[in-house]
């Protein structure tokens, strides 16, 4: 299995552009989340899905970001505009039911 | 809701037994996990317990859970310089996946 497949691995973008994040789980796991890791806030929890259906957004910080996985093996994180502070490591990860994560590499963005 | 606490820096001899401590605040946490995270790299599961376990040895990591003190611990036996990098404590209520992760210890190994 090839794990948790997130692109790109590195984004470098100017402020107020549109970024969008990919994720492709590993197949046949339920739910797939999508965090952020910062070294002053540690890893914080924006979005998850179960079955493709968000069920919890409330860590997506505002209306710049939004999250949509139009099908079971793919998942997309949009900000825009973009802007410094969202500088950050991405992670997208997924879950077979049994609690554990498997996470990603991780997308490191940019913001200039 | 759930927070999840933990020392942040831990420096240790090659060949000496490291302790990594972390509490929790949730007494309903059923799953409780460590994850190891390398420079540059993605979140690796190590090892899990569950509430009803007290203790959970896999090679050279051993688990103790305190359910009553709420406190969750990870010891590596004979740490090796691969060992350096950052561990995170993490715990959930169900098998969803939605985890609480603490701050992570940064682990330094010297020769």
């Known amino acids: 299995d090839a794990g948790v497949i997130q692109s790109p691995r590195h984004e470098v973008t100017e402020m107020g552009q549109e970024v969008t994040l990919r994720c492709k789980p590993i197949?046949?796991?339920?739910?797939l989340f999508w965090y952020r890791q910062t070294m002053m806030r540690g890893l914080e929890l924006l979005i998850y899905?179960?079955?493709?259906?968000?069920?919890?957004d409330s860590g997506m910080p505002e209306d710049r970001f939004s999250a949509k996985m139009p099908n079971a093996s793919f998942s997309t994180l949009k900000i825009q505009p973009s802007e410094p502070r969202d500088s950050a490591v991405y992670f997208c990860?997924?879950?077979?039911?049994?609690?554990?994560?498997?996470f990603g590499e991780g997308s490191r963005l940019t913001v200039l | 809701g759930e927070d999840v606490e933990q020392s942040l820096f831990l420096s240790v001899r090659e060949g000496d037994s490291s302790v990594i401590n972390c509490t929790y605040t949730?007494?309903?946490?059923?799953?409780l996990y460590w994850y190891k995270q390398e420079p540059g790299a993605g979140l690796q599961l190590l090892t899990y317990?569950?509430?009803?376990?007290d203790m959970k040895q896999d090679q050279r990591l051993t688990v103790l859970l305190n359910k009553k003190d709420k406190h969750l611990s990870l010891r590596i036996a004979d740490t090796q310089t691969g060992d350096s990098a950052i561990y995170f404590c993490?715990?959930?209520?169900?098998?969803?996946?939605?985890?609480?992760f603490g701050a992570g210890t940064q682990v330094v190994v010297t020769p």
């Open positions: 990860a997924s879950n077979p039911s049994t609690g554990e994560l498997f």
């Open positions: 197949s046949g796991h339920n739910s």
């Open positions: 899905f179960n079955n493709n259906v968000p069920i919890d």
């Open positions: 949730d007494s309903s946490s059923t799953y």
């Open positions: 317990i569950f509430s009803n376990m």
């Open positions: 993490a715990a959930g209520l169900d098998s969803w996946g939605k985890l609480q």
